[in-house]
């Protein structure tokens, strides 16, 4: 009997209420929906659907400043919560790490829906301090200087305090403190300095080592309290005024957070009982995005929700200053991930699929006399039933391998090999029948999922859209944009249009496991398109342009009532001419050098004349064109 299966069902396939932090749904009508706060919603292929029709291409980007801003809100809000619920004494004010997105709508959105909550930014180059300088921030919001400086790095950031900015200079190393006493006396500017402090406490997860003793950044407790002797001799205590610490970055594990936030709180108090005079308190970033949806340590996941984090990070600093009977400070966290992730979602259409068990064109006839090996396939083929079929796939597998060997030494010809392998694939399309009635996979075929799985070939670049799955194995949730009121029956690995083999997404999310193939609806030719969520953190400023493949598309997209939206502003990606400029080429000597070739062409009577001007048009309009695979239906 054949099952319906229902938008529901779909939800539950791709986990989507897990991940979504209640950002999207699936629609009764069977396509996602992005529903940022206030009961607001708009469909996703519908969006895409109008772009398309006005004359834009995939792949693009959607962004979603409601979303953005609802993040900013929910973290502030938490914090509040928790702040009112344990009783804290002290306040809360976030910043936002922009190295996690640098991009104009990121960093604007987040100013501005921070402002009542005065969140700050925080730079950790001076590129980035640049750009945070000029945001329109509210005057309490921090301004927090990472990294290691140089002396512009530091005048810059002193620049910013006689602005009237609250900008804090982070402590990196001890060696730095020497030049910004110097700075700060030439420029007569107060400096107000934060300490970085190396926790002892390290992270879970991916960036384990960005805590603990080896940390990169940091000061150790004997460089901590030379800092203070320093100032004290300096007479500038109370320019010490931020301690900061960070364990790394997607924590997922609640109980490491806790214990180096009680670490921090004791350097903190102890601090503050020598007579420094610190105000805050930067518990760092860190705060996870459970990715895969689970609600466990898995690396991709976070045993927490955001009110969890802030609940905890309240309470135990306000235990500890109890205590300690030290004044609560302002907390301050830096979370980029957790706050920019959702609202980014990356939309790419399906262009091609192919597979061991995509019908194969042509199975080529038995020839009289072909080797021995290729008739063994034969005879396989022919025996296989549900009883054999784990035996015979097993025999099936070392068949092909010998095929391939016997090629390579000559002894098969061009034709063997292809009956062999077309004889192959027969047999594991056979075989797949008989593993879908299965509930039980037994261990020798488990990897028969991959093997089988369709290739979606899919218009984008893994590098360019998706570095962190290729460099660290971040997993992205994948969902059709529609169609999901239909039962998908394939299963698919997804393949990028880059000229690499690491092109790939092979791992996808699950609520126990990680899965090696995604389950999509049998491609028809037509539109077809996949969204790749949560890839607003990092993602877009870590990309890469393998093969020149350059930014893609991004449309801004604000949702009003009743379903409809409105495009806010719509940036086009870059153009080849972009990309190849980018690596030291030059529009005119590019065209000088056709023009050239096309003359001389002419010249040898290879291209006629009449035809040159046309030629250079073409070329001319490939540099203005998009990088990415352009099909007009
Ligand atoms: C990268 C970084 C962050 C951001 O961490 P998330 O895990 O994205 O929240 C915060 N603080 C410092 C010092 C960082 O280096």
Redesign the pocket.
């Known amino acids: 009997m054949k099952q319906v299966f229902k938008p529901a069902d779909a939800a539950e396939l791709y986990s989507v209420p897990y991940w979504s932090s209640g950002f999207f749904r699936v629609s009764d009508k069977g396509q996602i929906e992005v529903t940022p706060p206030g009961g607001i919603y708009a469909n996703l292929q519908e969006i895409v659907d109008d772009l398309i029709a006005s004359g834009e291409s995939l792949p693009m980007i959607l962004r979603f400043p409601q979303v953005l801003g609802g993040r900013v809100r929910q973290l502030s809000e938490a914090f509040r919560r928790a702040i009112e619920e344990y009783d804290y004494g002290g306040r809360y004010q976030g910043v936002f ?1 922009v ?2 997105n640098q991009r104009r709508m990121v960093v604007e959105t987040i100013a501005d829906a921070g402002w009542d909550y005065a969140t700050g930014l ?1 730079a ?1 180059s001076k590129a980035e301090l640049a750009l945070c300088l000029a945001q329109d921030l509210n005057p309490r919001a921090l301004l927090c200087c ?1 990294g290691f400086k140089d002396d512009g790095f530091i005048k810059l950031a002193l620049w910013g305090r006689s602005l009237g900015k609250n900008v804090v200079i982070t402590l990196e190393k001890f060696s730095e403190l020497d030049r910004i006493l110097k700075i700060a006396r030439e420029l007569k500017v107060k400096p107000a300095i934060g300490i ?1 402090f190396k926790l002892h406490a390290k992270g879970s997860g991916q ?1 384990e080592e ?1 805590g603990g003793d080896g940390a990169k ?1 940091g000061l150790n407790s004997s460089e901590m309290l030379a800092v203070v002797e320093r100032m004290r001799q300096e007479n500038m205590l109370d320019s010490l005024v931020m301690l ?1 610490c ?1 364990i ?4 997922t594990d609640i109980r490491r957070i806790k214990v180096g936030v009680r670490e921090a709180t004791q350097v903190y108090a102890n601090l503050v009982r020598e007579g420094v005079p610190l105000q805050y308190l930067n518990v ?5 995005v459970d990715y895969d949806g689970s609600k466990t340590t898995f690396y991709t996941s976070a045993n927490y929700t955001l009110q969890e984090y802030a609940s905890d990070v309240v309470y135990t600093i306000g235990e500890v200053c109890k205590q300690t009977q030290v004044a609560a400070p302002t907390i301050v966290t ?6 920019t992730a959702h609202h980014a979602i990356l939309v790419m259409p399906v262009i091609d699929v192919t597979g061991p068990t995509r019908e194969q064109p042509l199975l080529l006839e038995r020839r009289e006399g072909q080797h021995a090996i290729v008739s063994e396939l034969d005879e396989l083929l022919e025996s296989i039933n549900k009883r054999n079929y784990r035996e015979i796939y097993n025999d099936a597998v070392a068949n092909k391998e010998t095929v391939h060997n016997l090629f390579d030494l000559g002894y098969l010809s061009l034709y063997e090999r292809a009956r062999g392998e077309s004889l192959y694939n027969q047999i594991l399309q056979r075989v797949a029948k008989f593993v879908q009635d299965m509930d039980y996979i037994p261990d020798e075929l488990e990897d028969l999922g991959k093997v089988l799985a369709d290739k979606y070939i899919c218009n984008f670049s893994l590098f360019q859209s998706l570095p962190d799955n290729w460099a660290i194995d971040t997993l992205f949730p994948i969902v059709p944009l529609s169609r999901l009121n239909e039962k998908p029956t394939r299963e698919a690995i997804l393949v990028d249009i880059t000229c690499d083999s690491d092109g790939k997404v092979d791992k996808f999310i699950d609520l126990r496991d990680v899965k090696s193939t995604l389950t999509l609806h049998e491609w028809e030719g037509g539109p077809y398109y996949l969204g790749i969520f949560l890839m607003g ?2 993602q877009d400023v870590l990309g890469s342009a393998h093969n020149l493949f350059g930014k893609v598309n991004e449309a801004h997209i604000r949702v009003k009532t009743g379903g409809k939206y409105e495009l806010e502003l719509f940036v086009k990606g870059q153009k080849a001419r972009r990309m190849i400029e980018n690596m030291g080429y030059e529009e005119d000597m590019l065209l000088e050098s056709m023009r050239d070739q096309a003359e001389a062409a002419v010249k040898k009577g290879r291209m006629s004349a009449d035809l040159v001007a046309e030629f250079l048009e073409d070329y001319s309009e490939e540099l203005l064109g998009y990088t990415y695979l352009e099909y007009e239906d």
């Open positions: 790490p190295k996690v925080e950790g990472n970085r960036w960005s950044f900061h960070h790394g970055s997607q924590i760092g970033g860190g705060l996870a830096e979370s980029g991930r957790a706050l953190a990092y």
